[in-house]
């Protein structure tokens, strides 16, 4: 068995010289990062940045072509059952058993992670009403909307209190009342200090409010990572937001005011 | 805009209808990780091999006729099929039969497609772009008839070909309009009866009552698939009774006849072919005449009927959500392979295409199971028929299991984001094989005991013939498995991945079968010798199989 350096047992989630591509396409070219306990980690980046792919190569859907992925010290796709054990994931898009119910969907998944009863109807119990899911939980999921699909999903990736929590743009479709109970329920999620959370986002607000530390992905690399203060510092940003940080980091400022010019009186 | 703008449109809409029938990324599957060009050629070929599969087995129907009427002669002096049937009748039965056929295999078909072609999206993605409604529903129309086009094609053109070389060239052209009518009326049915079944069955609310209404329906929708085995065996009925009106007097029976769809397209290639006098019924002309014209008629709306409601069909909502009083929170967690079972079951109770596969083994372990008990034969006659019915249950639960494997692809993705072993979703699987055999067989069993009380030989019988079954779905479900791995796909449906489906139930159908013949050679020296060797025989497959579905390679 191969002894692990003790930091990284602990660590959450740790991601070294990761590369994902599709055919020639290098879709994450050496990416590396980590999130630490008690930690939100959010993953910034344009459209095709290489948000997604690292986050399936993270919980053992994409393989990568190189690099390696720890989770709690253990690799997904070495032993992916105790790894994902360790996670609760939040796809970018809700697909779902479409022909199942939300109860039916949430008593899969309880079952696969061999969860109590009792637990997780208590647990249920608080989130649906939390989320306002209670008459929906009988409805075929394939009649559901986006947004309560997304409550769904991120239902079930906090069924059993997992100590990783990987959302991919997880507050995407939904209403403005459940993105503030869903900010307020990630800030105390992280709180006792030995869970972690890998967010992806291209709303700098959220990440703004939300992360401790970013990481900016451009066209698959990581330009820059640190806490909202040090890439200001870093950029030059002064007291410019996350925005004009992120802009900045990616060398977009210029192509940004270029772009609006071009489009002239269109 | 014109029919060419609308093709072209269609064109486009049926590339992405490919690729979603093959690849579901709307389900939640993962995009391969190939090229994306050779990715839209890859479900293009894909369906295409489908299509030439069911065009084939058309064909098949149509050669298989045409040899019946070319043997007519035979058949009809030495009395083979009916007594007093004259050589016309009986031409036109054949082709009542191949045309009742034809409808029940395309409708069936299409029941298969349908829920595919709603939930692609397809015709949605058009609906806001500028094109005015007539080309919305040309495109609509030629997308759903371009999932038929060469299943329809290949009845249009080899069943006047192949007859016409049995009985002459204008009798085989004599029974095109007859066809035209039976496909059309085919893609009717599938539009109306699966958009009906979609609604009822797919958008129903969880909870117990609801799941007996939804397998209710789903009773109803395996009718096409049984009416295929119906006309089959019903077919010396149909010849026995048309031998009746042969011998009558001008009837009333004889003027119905006339005038019921398919027969009245019928009548005319056999009077061609045999001339009014051998056709030994006198023709109501004028019945026949205006029979088809009605028929006719009704097939030209139909399709009007088609163009118009393809669009309004594909482009609402599938199934649309409805209000419900807030549910009772009850979650009963089970092991893994138990919850892949349940899920299974749950999705198939709401997937037309999956319960199909599951209701057609339990429905006809009980149709020859009632045959046995209606028709009441000899005890040792009864016996047989009673294992054969068994060995029939184990084959389809063996043949239909590779097919079940397809459920995986529902929200593939997030599935694999799960703890879940591969062993566990493979003993889920081969569990539901199982469970649809021992069912099949206690009804089969319930039914053959009211006439043939012998349980033990039964219960032994079945109970050997356990790990056989076992055994086959072990070493189908090991090698999907390894496929899907290795491949990142799995097969996606049964009217997509059939070619591979069916690949793979080749082995498990011999595994299968290998113990029943086990038994017949060794119950020579007594039924218990020929249990023992057969039992022995089903265990030393699986032994073999069991680490192909359950050992290295699988996680």
């Known amino acids: 068995?191969?002894?692990?350096?003790?930091?990284?047992?602990?660590?959450?989630?740790?991601?070294?010289?990761?590369?994902?591509?599709?055919?020639?396409?290098?879709?994450?070219?050496?990416?590396?990062?980590?999130?630490?306990?008690?930690?939100?980690?959010?993953?910034?980046?344009?459209?095709?940045?290489?948000?997604?792919?690292?986050?399936?190569?993270?919980?053992?859907?994409?393989?990568?072509?190189?690099?390696?992925?720890?989770?709690?010290?253990?690799?997904?796709?070495?032993?992916?059952?105790?790894?994902?054990?360790?996670?609760?994931?939040?796809?970018?898009?809700?697909?779902?058993?479409?022909?199942?119910?939300?109860?039916?969907?949430?008593?899969?998944?309880?079952?696969?992670?061999?969860?109590?009863?009792?637990?997780?109807?208590?647990?249920?119990?608080?989130?649906?009403?939390?989320?306002?899911?209670?008459?929906?939980?009988?409805?075929?999921?394939?009649?559901?909307?986006?947004?309560?699909?997304?409550?769904?999903?991120?239902?079930?990736?906090?069924?059993?209190?997992?100590?990783?929590?990987?959302?991919?743009?997880?507050?995407?479709?939904?209403?403005?009342?459940?993105?503030?109970?869903?900010?307020?329920?990630?800030?105390?999620?992280?709180?006792?200090?030995?869970?972690?959370?890998?967010?992806?986002?291209?709303?700098?607000?959220?990440?703004?409010?939300?992360?401790?530390?970013?990481?900016?992905l451009d066209r698959g690399v990581l330009r820059?990572?640190?806490?909202?203060?040090?890439?200001?510092?870093?950029?030059?940003?002064?007291?410019?937001?996350?925005?004009?940080?992120?802009?900045?980091?990616?060398?977009?400022?210029?192509?940004?005011a270029a772009a609006v010019r071009s489009l002239g009186g269109v | 805009m014109s029919w060419r703008e609308a093709f072209r449109l269609s064109d486009v809409a049926f590339a992405e209808l490919s690729l979603q029938a093959i690849y579901a990324f709307r389900q939640g599957n993962l995009p391969p990780p190939e090229a994306a060009a050779r990715v839209v050629r890859k479900s293009r070929t894909r369906v295409l091999q489908s299509k030439v599969i069911i065009s084939v087995v058309l064909a098949l129907l149509a050669v298989a006729a045409a040899a019946l009427l070319r043997l007519s002669g035979r058949l009809v002096a030495n009395g083979f099929v009916a007594p007093n049937l004259p050589l016309g009748v009986f031409d036109a039965g054949v082709l009542t039969v191949l045309l009742s056929l034809d409808i029940a295999f395309l409708w069936w078909t299409g029941l298969q497609m349908l829920p595919t072609f709603l939930a692609s999206g397809v015709l949605p993605v058009l609906e806001p772009l500028p094109i005015d409604d007539r080309t919305l529903r040309r495109v609509a129309g030629l997308v759903y008839l371009r999932l038929f086009d060469l299943p329809a094609l290949t009845v249009l053109v080899s069943v006047p070909l192949f007859v016409g070389l049995a009985v002459g060239p204008w009798a085989g052209l004599a029974l095109v309009p007859g066809l035209f009518a039976a496909v059309v009326f085919a893609l009717a049915l599938a539009l109306l009866t699966g958009r009906f079944f979609v609604r009822k069955v797919q958008g129903a609310r969880g909870g117990g009552g609801s799941t007996v209404v939804r397998w209710a329906y789903l009773v109803l929708w395996v009718v096409p698939a049984f009416s295929m085995f119906a006309f089959v065996t019903a077919a010396p009925a149909l010849f026995a009774a048309l031998g009746r009106i042969a011998a009558q007097d001008p009837s009333w029976g004889a003027s119905l006849l006339f005038a019921a769809f398919p027969f009245s397209f019928a009548v005319v290639p056999s009077v061609i072919a045999q001339g009014p006098a051998g056709f030994g019924l006198p023709t109501e002309a004028a019945v026949v005449v205006a029979a088809m014209g009605v028929y006719l008629a009704l097939a030209a709306w139909a399709v009007l009927w088609m163009f118009e409601s393809v669009r309004s069909i594909g482009a609402a909502p599938a199934v649309l959500p409805a209000a419900g009083p807030a549910a009772r929170i009850h979650i009963a967690p089970r092991t893994p392979a138990f919850a892949v079972l349940t899920?299974?079951?749950?999705?198939?109770?709401?997937?037309?295409?999956?319960?199909?596969?599951?209701?057609?083994?339990?429905?006809?372990?009980?149709?020859?199971?009632?045959?046995?008990?209606?028709?009441?034969?000899?005890?040792?006659?009864?016996?047989?028929?009673?294992?054969?019915?068994?060995?029939?249950?184990?084959?389809?639960?063996?043949?239909?299991?590779?097919?079940?494997?397809?459920?995986?692809?529902?929200?593939?993705?997030?599935?694999?984001?799960?703890?879940?072993?591969?062993?566990?979703?493979?003993?889920?699987k081969v569990a539901l094989v199982a469970l649809l055999y021992v069912v099949a067989a206690a009804l089969v069993l319930s039914l053959t005991l009211l006439r043939v009380f012998e349980p033990l030989v039964f219960v032994a019988f079945v109970a050997a013939e356990l790990p056989a079954v076992v055994a086959a779905a072990c070493l189908e479900f090991g090698i999907l498995f390894r496929r899907a791995r290795r491949r990142g796909l799995p097969v996606v449906n049964f009217y997509s991945g059939a070619w591979y489906a069916l690949l793979v139930t080749i082995p498990g159908l011999l595994l299968a079968v290998a113990p029943v013949i086990a038994f017949h050679y060794a119950s020579y020296a007594g039924a218990a010798v020929g249990l023992a060797v057969m039992a022995a025989f089903a265990l030393a497959e699986l032994a073999v199989t069991a680490p192909i579905g359950f050992g290295r390679g699988t996680r």
Not at chain 1, 109 to 127: F, G, N, T
Not at chain 2, 405 to 425: C, K, M, Q, T, W
Request: charged share 20%; proline share 5%; aromatic share 6%.
């Open chain 1, 1 to 216: 068995m191969v002894e692990l350096p003790a930091s990284e047992a602990v660590l959450p989630l740790s991601v070294d010289g990761l590369v994902v591509a599709y055919g020639e396409r290098r879709a994450v070219d050496h990416l590396s990062l980590s999130v630490r306990p008690g930690e939100i980690y959010g993953l910034l980046g344009s459209n095709g940045a290489g948000k997604s792919s690292t986050i399936k190569s993270v919980v053992g859907l994409l393989r990568p072509v190189e690099g390696r992925v720890r989770v709690f010290g253990t690799d997904p796709w070495l032993d992916g059952v105790a790894a994902k054990r360790q996670i609760g994931y939040v796809p970018e898009t809700s697909q779902l058993y479409e022909a199942l119910t939300p109860r039916e969907f949430l008593e899969f998944v309880a079952s696969v992670r061999h969860l109590e009863a009792r637990v997780v109807e208590d647990r249920l119990r608080a989130y649906a009403s939390a989320f306002r899911l209670e008459t929906e939980l009988e409805e075929p999921i394939m009649t559901l909307s986006n947004g309560t699909r997304q409550k769904v999903l991120l239902v079930a990736a906090l069924l059993h209190q997992p100590p990783l929590l990987v959302l991919d743009e997880p507050l995407n479709s939904l209403d403005p009342r459940s993105v503030r109970i869903m900010k307020e329920v990630l800030a105390r999620y992280v709180a006792s200090g030995t869970r972690g959370i890998l967010f992806s986002t291209h709303t700098m607000e959220v990440a703004e409010q939300l992360c401790d530390r970013v990481g900016i």
């Open chain 2, 343 to 428: 899920k299974d079951l749950r999705i198939a109770s709401r997937t037309p295409g999956y319960a199909f596969l599951l209701l057609l083994p339990i429905l006809d372990a009980i149709a020859i199971g009632l045959w046995t008990y209606v028709s009441s034969p000899g005890s040792a006659a009864a016996l047989g028929l009673g294992l054969g019915a068994v060995t029939t249950a184990a084959l389809l639960a063996t043949f239909f299991g590779p097919a079940f494997f397809a459920i995986e692809v529902n929200a593939y993705s997030y599935g694999r984001s799960l703890p879940l072993a591969d062993r566990s979703i493979v003993l889920g």
């Open chain 1, 224 to 256: 820059a990572e640190g806490s909202l203060g040090a890439l200001r510092i870093r950029s030059a940003a002064g007291d410019g937001t996350l925005e004009e940080v992120f802009l900045r980091l990616t060398e977009e400022e210029e192509g940004v």
